[in-house]
């Protein structure tokens, strides 16, 4: 896959996209469109379109951010130490584009014991019909 600059991304994402995926934001608490979604589906990277998470693993968490208790595929995320904000947390990242999703703690209530807090604003979304 090639890689996209900086400009390419400016011009495909809109604002809050850009500044979550690429510069690393955080978007606020309950305001994504993903967050109380619960079409059936899967859940894509918005920069690249990789494919992350399946609906079928998203769980209300009552954080403010989609959760979802696994990963489709080890190959498509790629996880980093966030030692910033007074805290030590493992940073999700998309390994085909290197877009920032969010972060996973060992504080799930499903059998994985994972909760994968994503930003809604580093997602797409493909409805089982669009398939």
Not at 19 to 37: D, K, M, S
Not at 82 to 96: I, L, W
Not at 106 to 115: M, N, V, W
Request: charged share 30%; glycine share 10%; aromatic share 10%.
């Amino acid at each position: 896959m090639a890689k996209k600059s900086d400009e390419e991304y400016k011009a495909e994402l809109s604002e809050m996209q850009y500044w979550v995926a690429r510069e690393g934001g955080t978007e606020r608490p309950f305001t994504g469109i993903y967050n109380a979604h619960d079409k059936e589906g899967v859940y894509k990277c918005v920069c690249c379109h990789a494919e992350l998470f399946a609906s079928g693993n998203k769980f209300e968490s009552g954080c403010g951010w989609p959760s979802f208790a696994d990963h489709m595929d080890n190959e498509n995320l790629r996880f980093l130490e966030d030692a910033s904000r007074g805290m030590v947390r493992t940073e999700v990242r998309c390994a085909g584009c290197d877009a920032h999703l969010g972060h996973v703690f060992d504080d799930g209530p499903t059998e994985t014991g994972q909760r994968y807090c994503i930003n809604s604003a580093a997602l797409s979304f493909a409805d089982d019909s669009d398939t």
